[in-house]
């Protein structure tokens, strides 16, 4: 005789959310914890299982055959207190709180804690923030970070509204190792070399004195060939450029760029080469008149 067997499968909808609220109780109860995470003055209690399933860094930490995995109490160095402790709220809830004097110490610890989803909505929020005041400090705390989408985009951002930034403070109080990055890139979007080059004297004249043995550095990533001929000549008897022998030879090859321009095609170098937002765009527009004839039209913007 057979037995008809029947079976089905239950799916629970909820059971996710009510498991990690379960948890989140259990922790609010500090019940079941099995790890106290210390940072400066902060002791947060959380279960290793709930950190290593949305933390690469913990995963590593709590199953790897290292020291931590087996104490009971963790160090958390080089990581703000607060903003451990909400990105542990952060692994029990999935709630962040995203605010504009704290999303820096937050971005820092979810790069830290490898949290990538958390990288990608701070840095979103830091793209959303962007101002010509604020850019480059933003640019370089991607760089730090590691947070390649936000670097490049602030850096698109900077070289953009490159003339509103060198107005502001940020710019002034840069290191000469970030302005040869900025002075160095063919994306500057100004209309002519001068603007940069008196760009650079505005960044060397907020401290003369300290910045003038850096001058050559970055005097060579200035186009010095297209700026006019004038200008070159004023530069050549002033007192900051006629005690520097790197200085006058930079010089010296921008005016034999204008005085011989028949040598002009042996005299080519990234310096004689305009950068994009200096020499408008070309464009080839196509097309087929009513006797079927082809014509080609360039547009010189």
């Given at each position: ?9 239950f ?9 990690l609220?379960?948890m ?11 790890v ?6 902060l ?10 399933a949305?933390?690469?860094?913990f ?5 790897n ?7 009971e ?21 999935g ?14 610890a ?46 698109k ?9 060198i ?5 002034l109080?840069?290191p ?12 500057i979007?100004?209309?002519d070399?001068e ?12 401290d003369?004195?300290t ?34 022998l ?56």
């Amino acid at each position: 005789m057979n037995v008809c067997r029947s079976e089905e499968q239950f799916h629970a909808v909820n059971h996710a959310q009510q498991t990690l609220r379960r948890m989140e109780n259990y922790l609010k109860e500090k019940q079941l914890c099995d790890v106290l995470l210390i940072a400066g003055h902060l002791r947060i209690p959380a279960h290793r299982l709930v950190l290593s399933a949305v933390s690469d860094y913990f995963a590593a930490m709590f199953t790897n055959d290292v020291l931590e995995a087996k104490q009971e109490e963790v160090k958390m160095e080089g990581v703000d207190p607060h903003a451990l402790n909400s990105l542990v709220q952060y692994a029990y809830t999935g709630v962040l709180q995203l605010k504009e004097d704290t999303i820096e110490s937050l971005l820092a610890a979810a790069c830290l804690l490898q949290l990538t989803q958390v990288i990608e909505v701070c840095s979103n929020f830091l793209i959303k923030q962007l101002h010509p005041s604020n850019c480059l400090g933003i640019r370089s705390f991607g760089d730090a970070q590691g947070c390649t989408e936000l670097l490049n985009v602030a850096h698109k951002y900077t070289m953009e509204h490159f003339i509103e930034v060198i107005k502001n403070q940020e710019f002034l109080l840069l290191p000469a190792t970030e302005i040869s990055k900025l002075l160095c890139s063919d994306d500057i979007n100004v209309p002519d070399e001068e603007t940069i080059f008196h760009a650079l004297m505005q960044w060397v004249g907020h401290d003369a004195q300290t910045r003038q043995r850096d001058l050559a550095m970055l005097l060579s990533y200035i186009r010095l060939p297209l700026l006019p001929p004038q200008l070159l000549a004023d530069l050549e008897n002033s007192s900051m450029f006629s005690g520097d022998l790197e200085c006058q030879k930079l010089l010296m090859e921008a005016m034999k760029y204008h005085l011989l321009p028949e040598r002009r095609p042996m005299m080519q170098s990234p310096r004689t080469k305009p950068r994009k937002s200096t020499v408008g765009a070309l464009y080839a527009v196509g097309g087929m008149d009513a006797l079927k004839g082809k014509r080609n039209k360039l547009i010189h913007l």
